[in-house]
C-alpha cells in the first residue's frame, strides 16, 4: 500500500484497512513518507523523501514496489496513483485505487483532472462513498470494478455527554464554541470559515481550528496581525486530545467544497454533536439530507447569517431527533472494525476471482 501514516482522517482509515488486510492473513508492505506506531502487522518502507510533491517520490516508491514482489498495488491518496499507474504498465502489477472524494474534486485542480484520467485504468476502485462510486461509474468504469467500502469507526469514540442532561467528565465552557477539525487546505474552505467568524453574527461564537496543513501558518499569522479575539488555532491534537477538548456545548463545522465520507463529520454523528455544514454531496450523503446547509457560494456575510442561524438551532440537539440518531446506528453497524474488515475481504475475492479467470 502507497499512503501516509502521519494524522488525519483518510491516515486512520488506511491503518485499519493495512491492520485488517494483515488480519486476513495478507503479507502487507507499506510505502509512506512516516511511521507509525498503529501499523504493527506490516513491514514499513520509509521514503527517504519527505513529499509527495518531489519527483522522486514515484521512483523510489516504483523501487519498492518492484522490491517487494507484490501482486497487488494499493494507492490510497491521489499523489500516489501515478506510482499505481505506472506500475501496472513498467512492472505489471494489479492496481487497486482508493477514492475518498466525490465528483466536485475533479473540477478543481491539474492533478485531479489527471487522476480523472488514469484512473479508469485502475483494476479497482474503492470507494468510501456513493457518490464516489457514481463518478467513476458516470466516467465510464465498468460498475463492477468500483467497490464501496464504508469508513471504519471504532467503539472507541464515545458518545458526547451533556446530550441528555449529563455534562459529568466533559470541558466546561463558558462561550458558545464552533469547532473544525480537519486539514488547514483550501478545499476545505478554510479562509471563508475564518473571514466569517469576523463578521458581527459570530463575533460572540468562538471557533477552534484543530488540524495541520498548508494554510496553518498564514492562518496563525492572519489572526494574530488582525487581532481575531474569538479564533483559537491549537494545530495537530492526538485523538485523546481533542477529547479531552470537546466541550459539552461544542458544534462541529465544516465548509469544505467536498468530502467523500468525513471521518470529522462521521465521528461528530457518533458523538452526537451538533454539526454546521456546507451543502455539497459527500456532506448530504452522510447525513441523509436531513439537515439545513450553508450556501458557500452566497456572500461572506450571508454565510455567516447561514452559519449563525444553524448553530442556534442545532444546539437543543433538535438534530439528533429529527433523524441523526437513525444515522449514528447505521454509522456504528457499518463501520465496526469487524464488518470493515469483512468487506475489504469480500472485495479482494472478487478481485482473486477476476484473475484467476
Known amino acids: 500500500m502507497l499512503t501516509r501514516l502521519s494524522n488525519g482522517g483518510a491516515e486512520l482509515q488506511a491503518k485499519h484497512q493495512i491492520n485488517a488486510l494483515a488480519e486476513l492473513g495478507h503479507q502487507v508492505t507499506v510505502i509512506t513518507l512516516d511511521k507509525s506506531d498503529e501499523v504493527v502487522k506490516a513491514k514499513i518502507r520509509v521514503l527517504s523523501v519527505a513529499s509527495f510533491k518531489n519527483p522522486l517520490y514515484i521512483v523510489e516508491s516504483l523501487y519498492w514496489i518492484w522490491k517487494s514482489r507484490c501482486d497487488y498495488v494499493y494507492t490510497f491518496f491521489r499523489q500516489s496513483d501515478v506510482a499505481g ?20 474534486c475533479y473540477k478543481d485542480s491539474k492533478l485531479d483532472k489527471l487522476r480523472s484520467w488514469i484512473g479508469l ?94 494554510e496553518l501558518r498564514k492562518l496563525k499569522d492572519y489572526v494574530q496581525e488582525k487581532g481575531v479575539a474569538n479564533v483559537k488555532i491549537l494545530g495537530h491534537m492526538s485523538s485523546e486530545e481533542i477529547r479531552q477538548e470537546l466541550g459539552a456545548g461544542d458544534v462541529l463545522v465544516s465548509l469544505s467544497r467536498y468530502e467523500g465520507m468525513s471521518n470529522s463529520v462521521a465521528e461528530a454523528i457518533i458523538r452526537r454533536m451538533p454539526l454546521i455544514l456546507s451543502d455539497i454531496e459527500g456532506h448530504r450523503e452522510i447525513t441523509g439530507n436531513k439537515l439545513q446547509y450553508v450556501d458557500c457560494a452566497a456572500s461572506i456575510q450571508e454565510c455567516s447569517w447561514q452559519i449563525r442561524k444553524i448553530y442556534d438551532g442545532a444546539k437543543d440537539g433538535s438534530q439528533y431527533r429529527m433523524g441523526l440518531n437513525e444515522i449514528r446506528s447505521g454509522l456504528l453497524s457499518r463501520g465496526s472494525l469487524n464488518n470493515h474488515k469483512e468487506s475489504l475481504g469480500r472485495i479482494l475475492q472478487d478481485v482473486q476471482a477476476w484473475d484467476s479467470q
Open 85 to 104: 499507474f505506472l506500475s501496472k504498465y513498467i512492472l505489471f502489477k494489479k492496481w487497486i485505487m482508493a477514492e475518498r472524494s466525490s465528483r466536485q
Open 121 to 214: 485504468s485502475a483494476d479497482i476502485i474503492i470507494c468510501n462513498s456513493n457518490a464516489g462510486h457514481e463518478y467513476w461509474v458516470e466516467n465510464g468504469k465498468d460498475s463492477g470494478k468500483v467497490k464501496i467500502l464504508s469508513n471504519c469507526y471504532p467503539n472507541e469514540i464515545e458518545p458526547r455527554r451533556g446530550v441528555d442532561g449529563d455534562d459529568k467528565g466533559r470541558k466546561q465552557i463558558s462561550r458558545q464554541r464552533l469547532l473544525y477539525i480537519g486539514r488547514c487546505e483550501n478545499e476545505k474552505n478554510i479562509w471563508l470559515l475564518l473571514l466569517c467568524m469576523m463578521e458581527s453574527f459570530l463575533r460572540n461564537v468562538d471557533l477552534v481550528i484543530i488540524g495541520t496543513g498548508s
